[in-house]
């Protein structure tokens, strides 16, 4: 038993440090008022927190967590073009880059990232979204395109539920699909790849896309089906929208995993 004196001085204590915890810039609101400009922005704390979780936020494997610009091992130009066109995107992210040609300005918006295995793909998109989300405060999203596949086939009973699912994941604004073609080529696969990257084109939301696979060898597998409501196949509407609104990015190396 402890006395009652003495138990509100221990709390009391505990009150202190919960104190020396809270944010001195907003006191734990996490929000700053400008007086000047009569606007609230987020405290760098809020931030910080977000950073903390980011394992969960942009859904990374644990290994991933790290994953920085300044840690990807650059073995030749490939890989330097890759690092800094990734760079450059999140440094003017929400807006796009974009090419004229004949009059036409294209933004660029899907990055279509190809190479063998282990050069480091994966590596790097991961740093892109760890990077926006520490320093701009935005949180993108990854998925591997087999778990993605995978928890959509999980939900085929529900229609509500498979709905509901593949709407959260194509309407992020920042989506990273990885490993795309290594999963078994099948109807539903095509349909799904279809369907996410012409969503996700048509309301132009930033997407990264990793793959073994060549943009044509992509769109040869999509080219065998066609689309019942028109006569083009998936392959040629794809390769339209890749065309526009896709940036390539060929990575070269040796498998950094079997060295
Ligand atoms: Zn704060």
Redesign the pocket.
């Known amino acids: 038993m402890i006395e009652k004196k003495v138990f509100e001085e221990i709390l009391s204590k505990v009150k202190i440090i919960k104190n020396d915890e809270?944010?001195?810039?907003?006191?734990?609101?996490?929000?700053?008022y400008d007086r000047e400009k009569k606007y609230y922005y987020r405290?760098?704390?809020?931030y910080?927190k977000l950073y903390k979780n980011r394992v969960q936020i942009l859904n990374i494997p644990k290994k991933y967590k790290n994953a920085s610009f300044s840690s990807y091992k650059v073995n030749n130009l490939s890989q330097l073009a890759f690092l800094e066109i990734l760079k450059e995107y999140a440094l003017i992210y929400p807006f796009f880059p974009f090419v004229v040609r004949e009059n036409w300005v294209y933004e660029k918006y899907i990055l279509y990232i190809y190479g063998k295995t282990g050069v480091g793909k994966t590596y790097l998109s991961i740093a892109f979204l760890n990077y926006l989300l520490k320093e701009k405060g935005i949180s993108g999203y990854f998925i591997s395109f087999r778990e993605f596949v995978e928890e959509l086939k999980n939900r085929l009973l529900d229609k509500d539920e498979f709905k509901a699912y593949f709407q959260n994941i194509k309407t992020k604004s920042i989506l990273v699909l990885d490993d795309v073609g290594a999963e078994r080529d099948t109807e539903f696969v095509r349909n799904v790849l279809f369907e996410i990257l012409d969503y996700r084109y048509n309301n132009k939301l930033l997407t990264l896309i990793t793959t073994n696979l060549s943009p044509r060898a992509l769109i040869e597998r999509l080219s065998s089906y066609n689309n019942p409501s028109e006569d083009t196949s998936l392959g040629d509407r794809l390769y339209s929208r890749l065309c526009e609104a896709g940036e390539f990015i060929y990575v070269e190396g040796k498998d950094e995993r079997k060295l």
């Open positions: 809270t944010c001195p810039i907003c006191g734990g609101l996490e929000w700053i405290c760098k704390c809020f910080e």
